[in-house]
């Protein structure tokens, strides 16, 4: 399957229908000389473009709406970002490092789906990793989903503690045996979208032969980074990536705090490392949106954004796909 964007190296999609368009919220990737690393310093981003498609066929490339230089906390490395659409504004979410080479999530707000976005002068109260991703419910109370492993530093936060523990950095992770996986992390947004309401709070992903949380060692199943939440037919979907062993997966739950009990592959490993997606429902049909490194021939920071139809089956689960 050819990438939908060629003209510039995109990643770590986020997808969204605004004004009966999808609009989609991509990293940027650049060439570096920077060598692969486990912190990830070869994915060295500096902004971020907006794109627009309503036949996920072809797009169109709104420029470049936010850059690193806008942002008076931030070091380096825009990573991956997320949308979100409440009280007539756009909000953009975004990780990067601060000044002491923390992850953090700042927020930006733009009166237009493709921006531009003014930044808030500093990240949000409490936030901390990466790959943030914005939920608004049907009854309007948005939730913010964030963290990553290894590079993304969610190991360096350990037993519902929010500080920083630099000890953790690097592939490290609690994986011993009987020990459960490290879950993502979940909080409510305050009603204008710019902090949070709740205290963080540590999601659980269930293994359903056991209904007990999938175990740290688990790696086809763990959460490893770039949480999505989607709602069909009443039920959330949260789906993200299990990292070393490159599965997109999913989990499912009543509520949008979890717990969620993990429901199977949404697709099989693609060319590249990383693996990062998002879901969206688009004139009736559902779409998943990802990348792999197919243009730059396998280069693993050089990541193009594609995107397929996925169907559920009759209970519900969603057919396990390749990127063919």
Same mark, same amino acid.
């Given at each position: 399957?050819?990438?939908?964007?060629?003209?510039?190296?995109? +990643?770590?999609?986020?997808a969204?229908?605004?004004?009966d368009?999808?609009y989609? @919220?991509?990293?940027?990737?650049?060439?570096?000389?920077?060598?692969?690393?486990?912190?990830?310093?070869?994915?060295?981003?500096?902004?971020?473009?907006? !794109?627009?498609?309503?036949?996920? =066929?072809t797009?169109?490339?709104?420029?470049?709406?936010?850059?690193?230089?806008?942002?008076?906390?931030?070091?380096?490395?825009?990573w991956? *970002?997320?949308?979100?659409?409440?009280?007539?504004?756009? @909000?953009?979410?975004?990780? +990067?490092?601060?000044?002491?080479?923390? !992850?953090?999530?700042?927020?930006?707000?733009?009166?237009?789906?493709e921006?531009?976005?003014? #930044?808030d *002068?500093?990240?949000?109260r409490?936030?901390?990793?990466?790959?943030?991703?914005?939920?608004?419910?049907d009854?309007?109370?948005? /939730?913010? /989903?964030?963290?990553g492993?290894?590079?993304?530093?969610?190991?360096? /936060?350990?037993?519902?503690?929010?500080?920083f523990?630099p000890s953790?950095?690097?592939p490290? %992770?609690?994986?011993?045996?009987?020990? +459960?996986?490290q879950?993502?992390?979940?909080?409510?947004?305050?009603?204008?979208?710019?902090? $949070?309401?709740s205290?963080?709070?540590?999601?659980?992903?269930?293994? #359903?032969?056991?209904?007990? #949380?999938?175990?740290?060692?688990?790696?086809?199943?763990?959460?490893? &980074? +770039?949480?999505?939440v989607?709602?069909?037919?009443?039920?959330?979907? $949260?789906?993200?990536?299990?990292?070393?062993t490159? !599965?997109?997966? @999913?989990?499912?739950?009543?509520? #949008?705090?979890?717990? $969620?009990? @993990?429901?199977?592959?949404?697709?099989?490993p693609?060319?590249?490392?990383?693996t990062?997606?998002?879901?969206?429902?688009?004139?009736?049909?559902?779409?998943? !949106?990802?990348?792999?490194? %197919?243009?730059?021939g396998?280069?693993?920071?050089?990541r193009?954004?594609?995107? =397929? &139809?996925?169907?559920?089956?009759?209970?519900?689960?969603i057919?396990?796909?390749?990127?063919?």
């Open positions: 399957m050819p990438p939908l964007i060629t003209s510039t190296y995109t +990643a770590d999609p986020s969204h229908v605004f004004n368009k999808i989609i @919220y991509p990293s940027h990737d650049r060439e570096t000389d920077i060598k692969f690393n486990d912190n990830g310093d070869q994915y060295d981003m500096a902004d971020y473009h907006v !794109f627009s498609t309503d036949d996920v =066929k797009v169109t490339d709104h420029g470049v709406v936010l850059r690193m230089e806008d942002v008076p906390w931030v070091s380096k490395q825009l991956a *970002p997320d949308a979100a659409h409440k009280n007539g504004k756009y @909000y953009l979410y975004f990780p +990067a490092r601060d000044k002491e080479g923390i !992850f953090r999530i700042g927020v930006a707000e733009g009166d237009r789906p921006g531009p976005f003014k #930044p *002068p500093e990240p949000i409490g936030s901390y990793s990466i790959d943030p991703a914005c939920f608004v419910d009854d309007g109370q948005a /939730y913010l /989903y964030f963290g492993l290894w590079g993304g530093q969610l190991q360096c /936060y350990q037993g519902g503690n929010d500080k523990d953790w950095q690097g490290k %992770e609690v994986s011993g045996e009987g020990v +459960a996986a879950g993502p992390r979940v909080a409510k947004m305050t009603e204008d979208m710019h902090q $949070f309401a205290d963080v709070q540590e999601i659980t992903i269930l293994a #359903p032969e056991t209904g007990k #949380p999938i175990l740290g060692d688990d790696h086809d199943r763990r959460f490893f &980074e +770039a949480a999505w989607h709602k069909h037919n009443g039920l959330y979907y $949260f789906s993200y990536s299990t990292g070393d490159h !599965f997109l997966c @999913y989990a499912t739950g009543e509520s #949008p705090l979890g717990p $969620f009990t @993990y429901g199977g592959r949404i697709l099989e693609v060319l590249g490392w990383t990062h997606h998002s879901i969206v429902e688009y004139k009736g049909k559902t779409y998943l !949106f990802y990348h792999d490194c %197919e243009l730059s396998g280069i693993n920071h050089l193009s954004v594609k995107a =397929k &139809e996925i169907f559920y089956d009759d209970d519900g689960k057919i396990t796909t390749t990127a063919d």
